[in-house]
């Protein structure tokens, strides 16, 4: 999005955004619209616009309580999910190949694993969601890993100390993201322990995205897709 | 808890928990279920699954603005306490042996504490709670003491400086489990210096838990008592 | 330690030592010398008059270049290990019951996990260390397991992301005591991922020691022994 | 590497030491020897070790003042990279495809793009280094462009803002994994603000290693070649 | 503003204000009312106040809540704008020279713009606002550049990784003053790595305020504007 | 206070509070009732308590919102001060010597400062508030000096980079205690920064609490009133 | 000190120090020379300048590397501690009245213990240096707690967890000033946690001054004995 | 600085450095070389380079160890300060206007300074450096101020609470680069503390540069005297 403000009208009056529409082009990846901090109005009115354009477009960190200010005429033109805080107005073209397994400590990680999930789904990319495989209950892992192996990359979604990272990291040769999750309290809190946890793996080649960010998984998952499967 | 979700139906309609009825086999201890994050509904239905199937159960974490969006029924299956955001469906068999004092420094203390002591009341276990031995007055200490040291197991409840661990850790040769607590404004919010402070005591073999794990600490109690006394 | 020094003298010659000798009384372990930051001749005298008075004591964190400014005769008179950087006069009695497991993740963690078998050498205290099982290589652990298992109680020693707390607290019901260690650089450095992690791990009961704290770990562990086992 | 040591020995008299030759069956890449921490004899015999059971084995972290050390014999059994600080006995068989690129900001960064290149040298991969992209002048990304984006992956190593990851991220479709190293002084010390910066990289898919982690990098690119190339 | 408080009414009925009108001598600047923490009826008595003596002031951080305590007709008194979080009674002379272009990398980054832009206004300043110039997608920067070099003096003000810094400092020889905000979620949160990014910028002699301080960098430019230009 | 609760009973149906009433003879001071983390019906019991029994009492960190919920009759028995969050039911014997300057560097200051000041109240000791002294204008300062020198004791309440402290702490032979406050936004927000600067003043002699602990304050002025003048 | 440096020559050479020699009417306190960071030359011409104007002056944090490299007239010139690191070429006059208890946690804190008592000795200030009273054997305390009872002034000095703060301020009503030292390894290094735990001590009015600011706390004192006592 | 190196050197014998010859015609500043993490020979190679090429070249953060390793050749070559650690092969045009006033806080902020100041010295900029001016003395500052005033840019140089940043920026209507150093110990160290209050300082307009980064503010003010002044 850009725009140029003379210093005139200096009170914001937002009229209109550019999109990077070059940006599949060059990366890969189409634009996608982060809510958190924009207006309800102007989210309001992208929905709109992707909408009567017909361009499949997603939206991340879109919260319950400002889609509840949206009308059901606006509400009908997208998918929602509440539990990840995802909407998109259509999605990209299937791809053929390549397919992600996204698999999840807890129970409480699910937010950030659907992040994922849906972002590849607007993407057009098959995927699973393994939930609950968290390693102090090694069982719990080790039963679905031979169904996680049969997938092409995969998304660790973990909080607290994040140690499905190392276990599940040493059981498999994909490509491999990780995603802490913001879950917990005490030092848990915010996720540091868990990024840090992930980004100290004793497991070779564990690449990290930033706390909760599912769609960062999402979309690295993305250019290996681009680059080596389609 | 445990489940796989294929990417057709990836909104996250979470229909089924797998409980991992096997951990009391091999650590001694049952699962619990950490409220915090989860949705109500989800509260409700594993309350009313776990009294329709006569499992003891214990909720931690459940606040009481959660607690009051159940119905009735609902919450006649469950013992409530609103301090110490605990429930239970039923308890387990009471222990013949092994008895845990609390100690803590404070008022503010006493919900993480009655975290402890009410995760005490659903695994048996016999235990006596000790508020307000703060160290800043010595004498609420050391007039308790000699009933504290009657308890096979102190578990210390402190925020602040934690004082409370140096000292009555260096009048007592019981096991010790401290928590801090994240009490107090200024440098003193989160907790991390009650934190620090229990991780450096000057006492020998205080062993720490994270901040406001009351839980964490009956648990910690309960191996003693299952692999010692029991 | 104690004494009172006057302003006259106030350039600290200090004298004189006082023994806290009660506290196997009150706590079940005698005082030992922590070396770092006190001056070698200090130290090089306290070896002297406890070999003359032939106490057994035990000396923490003396590094080996310390010890090395020792005479041929002071070092005759303790058992040193440069790894774990203890030395002792002489040990306590054995203790008739209760053993130790010490369980490392890699082989950097040894000076931590020596430090506590040193220590419980000391105390009289018989243990196995198991080095090497971190869980980026799940057979590591599950091999030794067993043999693990029939230990009273576990240390675990882990630096990194103390993936092993929560792997092998979730395959015992024995009590753990987990020593964060500080292995590793960049956001590894000085060892409060480790201790994060550990603080923050989803099996039940794990009790943390501050970092790098092997001498604590065997405090802890031995007044479980004093309380249930002698 | 594993070993057991009961505690009739227990200071550290480390006799043996069992690799996780299976690694490479389950992850792809055979264990490395982590020299940081290590003692120099241990080293020592390590390289003699593999060196006569004609095994390649990559060192890192092994520091010039160590390598130093080392007897001219041992010196010429392996192939020694000071600026890397790594060393290998042998290479493993060259892969036919896959190409990465490593992009490096400033001269300070070399010494975390070569641990970096060495790595996939020893793994058998081909692979370019382009220093000196940093992109307080643009040109010196813009006019290697072209050069890079003919690579499969690309590893972009830098410190300070780590500004090259958002700038290189938005200009190819390829896979990132950045490396922040810990360049700079003030609030740059450590490398957490690159660390941070790289986190938080606008460019979607940016996959994050932990600070002056070469190593990570290359077995992340790795864990692709061998899924999707080869 | 300053007042002397007698402990006999020592509840602080807040009665009057004394502002620094020698202020604007001494360097330059008027004072202004910072909102946060003040309490509404001490700020609308503000705003008669400087309305009915004539003066133009300038308040900040006035959060739409509050601004809706407010009667009609002080509203009536003062121009706001919600999305900056700032009111002006009336606005200074114009100054005859000085051009400040405002930059920022996203659509986030709105509000602290616009409060460095309202600030300019008030002080008589021309200036013009560049929005989502991110390095993202470097030809939102660069087919702006012109035009941005037009003037004489550059604020950036960006999020996140704040790469914006280093590249636009890499591309003019024009003041620049750059203000991280507080965008973003997870390690981004509150601002610390776009603060610790600008502070660390290899783009020489770009100055630094504090996160969000949009205010701060229109202060910055008008000392250069009165120093320089007028 | 003080009490031990049996396991019956462990849903803390706090009965009773037992005071230090012996504080006053070890300390000088006697205990006061910290609100923050107590619930609304303790603190109105504890009013109706010490109201009956004639007691004087201090109530602190006492917010508007909770004072709102109790009856006009519990209100009638506490004098209450919203700014400073303090009541008191009486207070304590006037004290014949000592008076307290309380500095403060801005408006957002004052609730600190009048927790000092109501403390202060409380304790029957003579203080003057003096507002606004912050040095970015010096003259705010230095005209109210000479007042300022004239009490025994100042307590100087800053936030920022609270650089009162060493300015005032340049200019005046008193005995000082320095408050940091937790004003501001970005990088001062919580009042780290003050809390650092006022450990780090260049004056000689400055002693700091707790980051808004004006009760704290005026505890320690109360120890040299109680020592060296009455 | 105080000079003024043309761009000539702007290497520093620097010719000549101007001492606030007001210092001591404004404050009560003479200035002192902070050695960390000042170059052997610059600190060997002070003690030489000092000697001949025959000015006390004291000298702190005068490492016993720097100090070897004086010649052995320079020596004779002051009289050194090298365990508080402190020198002063002659003292002030002997002050009346007046009394400083120090009491120390452990052997480790002896350090900054000395410096505050070395810089009392310096002021003319009567003190008691009691060591290792720390709380983990509380009789080290309460034996001694009549004789520190016996002061004017406390000065708690502590390390790690810092707990004699607490408990030291419930049994006296008399000023203290806490200084917390960097003593400890892992959590406990730099001395945060020590830093911690004193401002959030529970007992009432306890001060506190920078970590290892032994000097600091001595000036604190001086300034009650100039204002109350002499 | 740019090369590219292929894989089959990838030991990083560095042959070439391509300057940025370019910059000082986009940025108005010519590149340096940063001495700190570059090898030696490195750096002695650059030396002769610039030497024989007649350009002239400033090196930063070279320490005296460093240079001390050059030969009497290489050292005729370049202009050296040990203080500030800084070299020149020769400087550039001397500017025709523009004056900049370097104020420190004390003696230990000096190697800042002058790194500040042999920086304008080779652009051509005149400059005076203001020592000692600390506000713990205010007539140290005030006694300058005039002198101060009549510069054209004003660089502030503090560490501890850096102070001196608010009480200046309230005393002048010049521009105002503030650099915090990381002089001090306890919470001072490394210069958090002297950043945080420079950015939080109540003066208007203060913009500061990274820790200890006096070339970064000598790049600021250039910036200005070029746009502004030339």
Redesign the interface.
Known sequence: ???????DN???N?SH??F?Y??TA????PE?V?C???ETD?LRSLVREFHFNKTPILFT?LKPEVYALFTDEEKSYIDY?P??ATAYTSVLPKKDKGKVAIVT????D?SVA?EA??T??YLGV???????????????LTT?LD?INQH?IIIIVAG????L???L?????????AV?T????????????????????????????????G??AA??????I????N
Chains 1, 2, 3, 4, 5, 6, 7, 8 share one sequence.
């Not at 990291?169 to 993201?177: A, E, I, R, V």
């Open positions: 999005m850009s725009k140029i403000i003379m210093s200096d009170k914001s937002v955004v550019f990077d070059n940006r060059r990366v890969g990846l996608a982060f958190q901090g924009k102007t960190r999910c539990l990840s400590a807890g129970t409480a699910a659907y999930a849906r590849l789904s098959r995927h699973t969601v393994f939930e609950d495989c968290g390693v102090a209950g090694l069982w719990r679905k169904a092409d607290l100390d994040a140690a990272a190392s276990v990291g040493g059981l498999t040769s994909k490509p491999l993201y802490p913001s879950v917990g309290y005490g030092i848990a809190e915010k996720g540091n322990v868990a990024l840090g946890s992930m980004l100290t793996s004793c497991a070779p080649g564990v690449a990290v995205m930033n706390i909760d960010n769609y960062g979309c690295a998952a993305m250019r290996l681009n680059s080596f499967l």
